[in-house]
């Protein structure tokens, strides 16, 4: 098995977990000589998601994605979204009896939920219904396999996550990076509802708090919160330079199902300060001295503040995107052997508890 396709509605020009992962999955997968083509909103006509402009959501027929999926001629489909290109990607590989994965990126009844007036048992069963159709769904931690397969989930598989170690790296100090008092408190995301930023901005914390990243709540926290700095959007080299001149990076949300930017910072050396959380929980190992996690997050700041930089360092080298890549191409493997459950025809209430 050689050919891949992968279907996503999260793609450029959106700068978030799901496409990093994506990206660096696929460049390791050509590594490894695996085929690998993509069906992205970029092959069609796209239009904003309310509340949320910079997600594109696709206008695409069954018939355009099923003409995409037949050129293509895949060996295996992973569906990586519950959005547009996924459901009719899920619905034709049921049509054509092919096997086919998915991945549970973000806490989709969450994320709804905090938009839209719409009941989460509603969309707890629809997730339920999209991903148990398939023969494999992929997760990035224990923690969340756990809580999943409570709603109901099965056929559960492990996808873990890489850094790229040579753009995230330890740097000289500047004695005030951003022109601001040391301590530097830094967090790394998207300005929006689900990220939990009041969390990290109300607190009373010595020296300097900085916020990395663009998003529908950019104005409004900005008003809040002027004492802040908010820099925007940064990538690549610059990016990288923002980790490295932190001294505590602080991870305020609870509904992320990973948290590819704490690997960021730990691979830059900079200790991590989070809620005991899935992902935060599954990245900061207990006695790893990498970081602090508690319900407090203040005092997990302050905690952090005393962990040694080279302890964050140490413990991202155990992440890489080779292994997290070959990780994906056996659960692909894998879920090519299993029959994948019987999706019910009636809608969700089958599936409501």
């Not at 992902?279 to 319900?295: F, H, Q």
Request: proline content about 8%.
């Amino acid at each position: 098995m050689t050919k891949i396709t992968i279907v996503t509605d999260a793609w450029y020009p959106q700068v978030n977990g799901v496409v990093r992962s994506i990206e660096n999955t696929n460049r390791e997968l050509s590594r490894m000589g695996i085929e690998v083509s993509m069906i992205t909103p970029q092959d069609f006509l796209n239009v904003p998601c309310p509340t949320y402009p910079e997600i594109r959501l696709s206008i695409a027929s069954y018939a355009s994605v099923a003409r995409m999926l037949e050129k293509i001629g895949p060996a295996s489909v992973h569906i990586a979204t519950e959005g547009p290109l996924g459901l009719i990607a899920r619905r034709w590989c049921l049509k054509q009896g092919l096997a086919f994965t998915t991945s549970y990126h973000t806490r989709f009844p969450e994320y709804v939920a905090a938009r839209f007036p719409v009941p989460i048992r509603w969309l707890r069963a629809f997730v339920r219904w999209f991903h148990n159709a398939g023969n494999g769904c992929m997760v990035a931690t224990a923690s969340l396999e756990r809580e999943l397969s409570r709603l109901g989930l099965k056929n559960l598989l492990r996808w873990s996550r890489g850094i790229d170690q040579s753009q995230f790296r330890p740097m000289p100090p500047e004695q005030t990076p951003f022109g601001l008092q040391r301590p530097i408190f830094l967090t790394v995301g998207r300005v929006a509802i689900e990220k939990n930023l009041p969390a990290f901005l109300d607190l009373d914390l010595p020296g300097s708090k900085v916020v990395v990243g663009d998003g529908p709540l950019r104005a409004e926290l900005e008003r809040r919160y002027p004492d802040v700095l908010f820099t925007g959007m940064k990538t690549g080299e610059e990016l990288a330079r923002a980790y490295a001149q932190a001294d505590v990076f602080v991870f305020p949300s609870k509904t992320d199902t990973f948290g590819n930017t704490i690997l960021e910072a730990l691979a830059s050396g900079v200790p991590v300060a989070a809620y005991p959380v899935t992902g935060p929980v599954d990245i900061i190992e207990a006695g790893s001295g990498a970081g602090a996690l508690n319900d407090d997050l203040r005092q997990a700041c302050l905690d952090a503040l005393a962990c040694p930089r080279e302890n964050a360092r140490r413990l991202a080298r155990g992440f890489t995107w080779e292994a997290a890549s070959r990780q994906f191409l056996n659960n692909v493997q894998t879920a090519q052997g299993r029959k994948s459950l019987p999706a019910p025809r009636t809608g969700f209430r089958a599936l409501t508890p």
